[in-house]
């Protein structure tokens, strides 16, 4: 389990990663020192309201994973997954939300 700051951190980074983009690149695109972001990242520091939510904004963060999946790698991989979803067409999307339910369905009758 990790502790709040370390957790978002390590989704900041994630996203920043998946992006491609450098550290000095977000720092620039959020109007902060890069000193600061690294700190975000590694978790040594808490990130303000303000800075959090164009972090959110920029690198596509769901605020609900986020603040609400388990701070573990589980919340890691859930929030890597969303990005990914965001992608997919809305016909692929709903279908790969049927197909989640029926599996959902099938467990809760089987188990």
């Not at 389990?1 to 983009?21: D, H, S, V």
């Not at 890691?76 to 997954?81: C, F, I, K, T, Y």
């Amino acid at each position: 389990m990790y502790e709040l700051n370390e957790f978002t951190g390590l989704i900041i980074k994630q996203a920043r990663e998946e992006k491609n983009w450098t550290q000095q690149y977000l720092a620039d695109e959020i109007d902060i020192d890069i000193r600061t972001l690294r700190k975000y990242e590694s978790g040594e520091s808490s990130i303000d309201l303000n800075n959090l939510g164009k972090l959110i904004y920029l690198l596509d963060i769901s605020p609900n994973i986020l603040f609400n999946a388990e701070q573990t790698d589980v919340g890691l991989e859930m929030d890597s997954m969303f990005r990914k979803l965001l992608s997919l067409s809305y016909e692929n999307l709903k279908l790969l939300c049927e197909s989640a339910l029926y599996i959902k369905k099938w467990h809760l009758e089987n188990d």
